[in-house]
């Protein structure tokens, strides 16, 4: 019942950031139809904990900010295939896919905006305080194109 964040797909299914309920909602229409889950709470594969952030790369694949695990997640589909994890986070918030695959996090805790070019963490830089007289306290979304 705390939705935080939201994305939609190309055949307009939205996905929901259920933050409370540790989870991941999509439904394809405005009406509630077709409402399936992901996550249950908790830190191992297959679970989530507060999961503020959600965004859908340029294949459909869903990424989530798993805030409280500190990390990032990738999956295939709303079944969970193809999990992939990035736990180099404190506590991220805000996630974005660039339509190149580019994979930009607002790091809450850290202060800091990540950008990657995959889930594996490469080309990763950060922006933080410090960095051309750059400062964030606490960033907690990112958006673009």
């Not at 996905?15 to 989870?23: F, G, K, L, Q």
């Not at 990032?72 to 079944?79: A, G, Q």
């Not at 850290?110 to 305080?129: F, Q, W």
Request: glycine share 14%; with cysteine.
């Amino acid at each position: 019942w705390y939705p935080l964040d939201v994305a939609v797909d190309a055949s307009g299914r939205i996905y929901i950031a259920d933050t409370s309920n540790s989870r991941i909602v999509r439904i394809d229409d405005m009406s509630g139809t077709g409402w399936t889950q992901y996550g249950t709470a908790g830190g191992a594969p297959g679970q989530l904990n507060n999961p503020w952030g959600v965004a859908l790369d340029p294949s459909g694949r869903i990424h989530i900010a798993d805030s409280a695990n500190g990390r990032i997640v990738r999956i295939n589909d709303m079944s969970g295939a193809g999990w992939v994890a990035d736990a180099n986070y404190a506590s991220p918030w805000g996630i974005h896919v660039t339509p190149a695959g580019r994979i930009y996090v607002a790091d809450r805790s850290d202060g800091k905006i990540v950008r990657e070019d995959d889930i594996n963490g490469t080309g990763r830089v950060i922006l933080r305080c410090g960095a051309a007289n750059v400062c964030f306290l606490q960033p907690i979304s990112v958006y673009g194109p």
